[in-house]
């Protein structure tokens, strides 16, 4: 999607995958740095790691104690400096608003999944001054330390760990159920229908249709998958490092055409959808 966007936009430059072994990723970092580079994307564990060694964090990073996007970028004495973005909480807002046209706030929210990207969601939804936050896990005491971390930092969000009794507006999937044909949805049913929900949304985008989407759809949800939030990041990393509007449209394209149709190619042997291979992607 980056060499589509930089395509579009003219722009002499490269985006290419590389595998870094962790323990050589302060020399990656140090070495692109020379070289040269933009910046990086980077995802986990990488992005774990990267944020100990950026010579400066931005808020979205220390927001989500992780970088998934590195600058490089000169200061007023002419050397470069590495600054630590992180782009993923903004992608679930964007694709939410752009592929469900839901605007967030005042809103009741079921948030399955309380993993790394079941959390990143769940600050990020309350950010967005949802109205209540249900959140299930299997293991409940990741819902219970999430909620008490909502309930410190965000206390006009009422949250409750726990299947919502009411209609909600929206049904979110953060659990890696559904990457495998073989998953259970990640709701019990007997707790709650597809019916009690307006929208829903499945952070996983291969399969492009997850038996929990298919559901959702049955219930007569409107519904998308993770891909927008893929492309939202993106696009925000690009911004970041080119200062120029992403060209969304055409990044949305080349995404779809390259997972979509290998994914079609090569039957199930996608790896995890929801997050990637580790390693680092650079581009000059
Ligand atoms: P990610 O970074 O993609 O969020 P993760 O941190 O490993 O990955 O989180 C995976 C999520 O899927 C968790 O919410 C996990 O539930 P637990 O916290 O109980 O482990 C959920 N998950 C994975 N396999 C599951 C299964 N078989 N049944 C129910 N939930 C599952």
Same mark, same amino acid.
Do not use: V
């Given at each position: 999607m980056h060499n589509a966007a930089f395509a579009a936009l003219g722009l002499d430059c490269r985006y290419l995958a590389f595998e870094v072994e962790l323990k050589h990723l302060q020399a990656a970092i140090q070495g692109a740095k020379a070289m040269h580079f933009l910046g990086l994307n980077l995802t986990v564990p990488h992005k774990l790691v990267a944020f100990e060694m950026c010579d400066q964090l931005d808020p979205s990073a220390i927001t989500w104690n992780a970088v998934n996007t590195i600058k490089f970028e000169k200061d007023a004495e002419g050397r470069v400096r590495s600054i630590g973005y992180n782009t993923d909480a903004d992608g679930i807002v964007a694709s939410l608003h752009e592929d +469900?046209? =839901? %605007?967030?706030?005042?809103t009741k929210v079921l948030l399955l999944g309380a993993g790394g990207a079941g959390r990143t969601a769940a600050l990020k939804l309350a950010s967005e001054n949802v109205a209540q936050l249900f959140l299930v896990n299997r293991t409940q005491g990741k819902a219970e330390e999430i909620a008490n971390e909502i309930r410190r930092r965000f206390p006009s969000v009422s949250v409750f760990v726990g299947y919502p009794a009411d209609k909600i507006d929206l049904i979110l999937n953060a659990t890696s +159920?559904? =990457? %495998?044909?073989?998953d259970p949805l990640p709701l019990d049913e007997a707790h709650f229908?597809?019916?009690?929900?307006?929208y829903a949304y499945d952070?996983?985008?291969?399969?492009?249709?997850t038996p929990f989407l298919q559901a959702a759809k049955k219930a007569k949800c409107k519904t998308a998958n993770g891909l927008g939030m893929l492309l939202h990041q993106g696009a925000r990393a690009f911004e970041i490092w080119t200062g120029q509007k992403a060209p969304v449209k055409e990044m949305r394209k080349a995404l779809e055409k390259e997972i979509y149709k290998n994914s079609l190619k090569t039957?199930?042997?996608?790896?995890?959808a929801k997050s990637h291979h580790p390693k680092a992607k650079t581009h000059k």
């Open positions: +469900l046209k =839901l %605007k967030l706030a005042g +159920l559904g =990457l %495998k044909p073989e229908s597809f019916k009690q929900a307006r952070m996983i985008y291969r399969p492009a249709e039957g199930a042997k996608s790896p995890s």
